[in-house]
């Protein structure tokens, strides 16, 4: 049964750090790897989503990497800003269960002014 | 990308009710799938719905509690049935479009039962 893993639970940073953000997973059989976000009582939006065939992607100040064979993938946010505050989960998909995606526990970001 | 509504946004319900929410997609999509967020928790999926089927249900979920409707390729409904205070939480619903892996959700519906 594949686990999906965030560490650290929450995190805060002083505005302007670069911020790190783990995902880990027990079975290294994935399809894909997604990383949202959620704003408190919102919805999730869609940041990035890696292959399994790739090592990383990247929107603007996000840069997601993949290393599938260990099982973890990295999310990285450049030069945080307040509106970066949020949760950030990541969820990985399992090509044998069909769309299911199996989420970790999320990352909850404060990013200080 | 995929526009995903969800109606009721939020509601507060008595215990033993129902509340059936809504899901609207502004594409045709084949599978729609069905989270759950409790409280202080990740997503949990409750259920997979495909069009001109049954919906399949995840471990720990059954139909008579949480019954779906799928009746065409851009609307499901996800009905919470007999709540109990256990059931408050965000429920979600999701789907893949554009022939995209990517998978989007919709808002959520913030549920509170008493």
């Known amino acids: 049964k594949q686990e999906v893993t965030q560490i650290p639970a929450a995190l805060s940073v002083p505005e302007g750090e670069n911020l790190v953000l783990n995902c880990s997973f027990t079975?290294?059989?994935?399809?894909?790897l997604q990383w949202f976000r959620q704003d408190p009582g919102k919805g999730l939006t869609s940041l990035l989503l890696?292959?399994?065939?790739?090592r990383e992607q990247t929107s603007g100040r996000l840069n997601a990497s993949l290393d599938k064979s260990s099982g973890r993938s990295t999310l990285y946010i450049a030069a945080s800003q307040p509106g970066d505050s949020a949760t950030y989960l990541c969820a990985v998909r399992r090509a044998a269960a069909g769309n299911k995606l199996t989420f970790g526990g999320g990352t909850r970001v404060l990013v200080k002014p | 990308s995929a526009v995903i509504s969800q109606k009721p946004s939020r509601d507060i319900c008595q215990r033993g009710t129902s509340l059936t929410i809504q899901c609207q997609v502004d594409?045709?999509?084949?599978?729609m799938f069905w989270y759950r967020q409790q409280p202080g928790q990740s997503l949990t999926l409750i259920a997979t719905?495909?069009?001109?089927?049954?919906?399949?249900?995840e471990s720990g979920f059954v139909i008579d509690k949480f019954p779906i409707s799928r009746p065409n390729l851009t609307f499901s409904t996800l009905t919470v049935s007999n709540m109990s205070p256990e059931d408050s939480s965000i429920y979600l619903c999701s789907c893949n479009s554009g022939g995209t892996d990517t998978q989007y959700f919709g808002p959520g519906t913030r549920l509170t039962v008493l």
């Open positions: 890696i292959q399994s065939s790739q």
């Open positions: 079975d290294s059989a994935i399809y894909n």
């Open positions: 594409s045709q999509v084949t599978m």
């Open positions: 719905a495909n069009q001109g089927s049954e919906a399949t249900y």
